[in-house]
């Protein structure tokens, strides 16, 4: 539907002159939309990813020296994008391959030097060098150990970030409306960067706080409209807009 001009007449020397009306300026939304929500939701990007998981679990088993977990990466195609941590006991690699990337995290007996437990983890928090191999940049090979690899290592950021969680899950309670999960945010001091859903039974958003970024997963009943499930989870798949944000916080923390 066309919106009709409004003239406003004014007197000007006896003369009339009709002029159109100045249109309201509105206040933009700090929030945006994801513009394909699958590419960023977690809780899609997770089930879509759980195959993959498990096939790189199984490929890298225990029992092998250091040197195996390289090559065999390199055998399935995988990138090491970043190398977090390289000692004696323990091995931390960032692996990506097309729009997928994972934390291999292998630790080693001290004696035999051969792995004792590998896990594979979601790659919350990625090295620079993980970002841009994701927008299909080139990437060679790290030349050392990742600088301040505590930013980006999965084992250390999940202990700083646990209790962090927890008040979120805590004070984001079920059997409210929609509306309260948007001012609890608020009053939390959260930016929600991304509303990935916003449906009548299920809304998602991505948060943001200094360099701290969650996503908000709320399932709703259909008839009473209120949460009935509640989910606080690592934002592995960031939307522009939570990256932007994540990014002005680091700029202004480098400026300091």
């Known amino acids: 539907m066309k919106t009709k001009a409004v003239l406003i007449s004014i007197v000007l020397g006896g003369v009339i002159v009709s002029v159109p009306a100045a249109r309201p300026v509105l206040a933009a939304d700090s929030t945006t939309k994801a513009g394909n929500p699958g590419d960023f939701s977690d809780r899609d990007r997770m089930k879509s990813s759980e195959d993959e998981k498990k096939q790189l679990e199984q490929a890298l088993k225990t029992g092998e020296e250091k040197d195996f977990y390289r090559r065999e990466l390199d055998k399935m195609s995988w990138q090491i994008t970043a190398v977090n941590y390289n000692k004696p006991d323990y091995l931390e690699y960032e692996i990506v391959k097309g729009p997928s990337t ?18 594979v983890e979601w790659n919350m928090w990625k090295a620079d060098a993980t970002e841009r191999a994701l927008k299909g940049q080139k990437v060679d090979y790290p030349r050392g150990t990742t600088s301040n690899a505590s930013r980006y290592s999965e084992r250390d950021r999940m202990k700083s970030s646990k209790n962090e969680k927890t008040k979120l899950e805590q004070a984001l309670k079920t059997g409210e409306e929609k509306d309260f999960y948007r001012r609890q945010l608020e009053k939390m001091g959260r930016q929600i960067t991304s509303v990935n859903y916003d449906k009548p039974d299920y809304v998602e958003y991505e948060i943001v706080k200094g360099p701290s970024t969650y996503e908000v997963q709320l399932d709703f009943d259909k008839n009473s409209h209120k949460a009935n499930k509640l989910s606080v989870t690592y934002n592995g798949w960031k939307a522009d807009a939570t990256n932007k944000a994540l990014k002005a916080h680091q700029d202004r923390q480098a400026s300091r």
């Open 102 to 119: 994972y934390e291999v995290q292998v630790t080693f007996d001290k004696n035999s030097r051969k792995a004792n437990k590998v896990d």
